[in-house]
């Protein structure tokens, strides 16, 4: 069946615009993760979604770091006035609530700010 | 909290070795423990994982990882490296908070 997938697969943005980042997880899947994986601070969790509801945004870095998911579905990462420390790729993972808490993982949206 | 370490951040090998790479986790309840590889340009992908039911676990491509509760350890071997193993791979933890706590990755050369 269809995996987790990312739009866009690379985004180039400036300093100071907004972005925003998709993410459609694996059908029936009520877990939505999204990490950040960049070469100074390694793979980073950002935010847990459980259905619509975010119970864990403990990773988010600053209050210009937001998600949002909708219908149990699909999730939008937006980042406002984007900065260069912001350039990452940006990892979404869903995984159908059991106990073994396996994780499927999109490819990733590779994010620069110039 | 949970943490993950991972030992050498650049292990090299020839092809037909022995593969192993090495991990230590920290947690204060019984731990979920996992192995993703990532290959170039690639999300990760799923190894193999534990999760109480066997301490010696068996993944994909020939992998396998052994949990020693006594070590706090679940390294990754191969016996046998392919030239199609070379990426990078990925231990994590998770306790029952759902997040994957990941270790810094260990790069894996196979050499002819």
């Known amino acids: 069946g269809a995996g987790v997938s990312q739009s866009p697969s690379n985004k180039v943005t400036e300093k100071g615009k907004d972005v925003e980042l998709r993410c459609d997880p694996i059908?029936?899947?009520?877990?939505l993760y999204w990490y950040r994986q960049s070469l100074g601070q390694g793979l980073e969790f950002l935010i847990y979604?459980?259905?619509?509801?975010?119970?864990?945004k403990s990773g988010l870095p600053s209050d210009r770091f937001s998600a949002e998911r909708t219908g149990g579905s699909v999730s939008t990462l937006t980042i406002q006035r984007t900065q260069q420390e912001d350039s990452a790729v940006y990892l979404c993972?869903?995984?159908?609530?059991?106990?073994?808490?396996?994780?499927?993982f999109g490819p990733g949206t590779r994010l620069t700010v110039t | 909290a949970q943490s993950v370490t991972q030992l050498g951040s650049h292990v090299s090998v020839s092809e037909g070795a022995l593969v192993l790479l090495r991990c230590n986790y920290s947690?204060?309840?019984?731990?979920?423990l996992f192995w993703y590889v990532q290959y170039p340009n690639q999300g990760l992908q799923l190894l193999l994982k534990?999760?109480?039911?066997?301490?010696l676990v068996k993944g994909i491509n020939g992998f396998e990882a052994e949990f020693k509760k006594s070590e706090t350890s679940f390294h990754l071997t191969k016996p046998s490296a392919h030239m199609s193993d070379a990426a990078e791979y990925f231990c994590?933890?998770?306790?029952?908070?759902?997040?994957?706590?990941f270790g810094t990755g260990t790069r894996l050369q196979v050499f002819p």
């Open positions: 993972a869903s995984s159908q609530k059991t106990v073994s808490y396996e994780q499927y």
């Open positions: 059908s029936g899947h009520t877990a």
């Open positions: 534990y999760t109480s039911a066997a301490t």
């Open positions: 947690s204060s309840v019984p731990p979920y």
């Open positions: 994590a933890v998770s306790d029952n908070t759902d997040k994957l706590i």
């Open positions: 979604f459980q259905g619509n509801s975010a119970p864990d």
